[in-house]
């Protein structure tokens, strides 16, 4: 079937609930058995097959979990508590003290500083490389390097990573490959289809899309998910709570219906922000400078998301100037919902000035996250604040 009619309904068993058209939010820590030998069952197997306690199985989450699976087209998902909470899982669970990862220059900024603060107090070391190149990814493997970790496309520099050639060199080089896929989403990118073993989100963003809630998920085969579920996500215990997974299951019913207006109008807001005169550049997937990059994007995507950078001709204050005089665009962080955001990128990144700039973070960079208004308005929009800039 198609995946907006997985997104409505696939995954989801009504009989389990008295046909209750939506699963109802099961907000109970555990799960009791009317006899010893049928609870008993449960110890028989990691992670046990049956209801027992909500840090390990919940049925509303494993509902969530279920139509995840499905849409990336994997066997397999566990969510956690925050994206954060999935990709620090991920990382823990393939690299050990004395061993080594391989990373994208231009990442999210918690990831840079969970790879730069906190993993090389636990001995992990991190080789950052320019991922468009997968020339540097193969160089900078170690003997010790047990993970290639790609964030494609990354935020914010929307830079995308050849994810069949980062396959070859993983298994080639056995070494386990994963994928923030938060900016694609399954519906414009299945990094599993191309072997890539773990597939990581935010969902607080696209996949609920309402910005009302925090989660996190990782999705792969059975092999690899399961050896996750028993370690990291019951044992560091950043687990998802029922409401939360309610909501995004809830907000996962419209996933392909928003994907598609979020691609859309994000392509005419680049177009409409690569003709103007004060716009110096614009990153987006779908205008992607190199031509390789161009190729790429339409051999590994069906489309580029809601999420677009832009540097303007002038200086940080410029930025600030012009989302301060957008008014259907708000100033926040984060991205993925219904709402439309600017934000001027300069101050916000943890990363040394040096490195901001190579991966093209300058003072007059802006990411907007296109939300669903009306495409229309918000380039009027954007045409008035650019307007106003001296
Ligand atoms: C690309 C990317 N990955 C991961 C995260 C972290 O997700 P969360 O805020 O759900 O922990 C973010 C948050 O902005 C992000 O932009």
């Known amino acids: 079937v198609g995946f907006q009619t997985d997104c409505t309904t696939t995954g989801e068993d009504r009989r389990l609930y008295h046909g209750s058209v ?3 939010i099961f907000a109970a820590s555990l799960f009791t058995a009317p006899t010893w030998s049928e609870f008993e069952d449960a110890f028989a197997s990691d992670p046990p097959q049956r209801f027992v306690y909500t840090r390990g199985l919940n049925p509303t989450c494993r509902a969530l979990e279920a139509k995840l699976a499905i849409l ?7 969510f ?3 994206g954060m909470a999935a990709i620090s899982a991920v990382m823990l669970h393939c690299v050990r003290a004395g061993q080594h990862l391989v990373a994208p220059k231009g990442i999210y ?5 969970l790879l730069t603060n906190y993993l090389p107090d636990l001995g992990i070391e991190t080789t950052f490389v320019d991922m468009t190149n997968v020339g540097e990814v193969e160089a900078a493997i170690r003997p010790t390097t047990r993970l290639l970790y790609v964030e494609s496309p990354a935020n914010p520099t929307m830079q995308i990573t050849d994810l069949a050639a980062i396959v070859e060199i993983g298994r080639r080089r056995g070494v386990c490959t994963a994928i923030d896929n938060s900016l694609a989403t399954p519906f414009n990118q299945r ?3 191309l072997g890539i073993d773990f597939v990581i989100h935010t969902a607080t963003k696209y996949l609920a899309g309402h910005s009302d809630v ?7 085969s059975r092999d690899r998910i399961v050896p996750l579920i028993t370690r990291e996500h019951a044992d560091l215990g950043g687990i998802l709570g029922p409401f939360e997974a309610w909501l995004v299951l809830r907000g996962m019913r419209t996933l392909g219906l ?3 207006r979020h691609n859309q109008s994000a392509l005419e807001i680049c177009e409409f922000l690569r003709n103007h005169q004060r716009v110096e550049q614009v990153f987006h997937p779908s205008c992607l400078a190199m031509d390789e990059q161009q190729a790429l994007y339409h051999r590994q995507m069906t489309g580029g998301s809601g999420l677009i950078g832009f540097k303007i001709r002038g200086g940080a204050s410029d930025a600030e100037r012009l989302v301060d005089g957008l008014s259907l665009f708000s100033i926040a962080v984060s991205w993925g919902g219904f709402e439309s955001l600017a934000l001027p990128m300069w ?6 000035e040096e490195r901001r700039r190579a991966i093209g973070l300058t003072e007059g960079f802006v990411r907007l996250s296109i939300g669903l208004e009306d495409v229309d308005d918000l380039i009027a929009d954007l045409d008035q604040a650019l307007a106003r800039l001296p």
């Open 22 to 24: 939506a699963p109802p």
């Open 72 to 78: 990336e087209r994997t066997e397999e998902c566990k």
């Open 80 to 82: 956690f508590g925050s």
């Open 109 to 113: 900024n918690h990831t840079y500083k």
């Open 191 to 193: 990094p599993a289809e």
């Open 214 to 220: 925090v989660a996190g998920a990782v999705a792969g």
């Open 258 to 260: 928003r994907m598609e």
């Open 347 to 352: 101050e916000t990144s943890p990363m040394p």
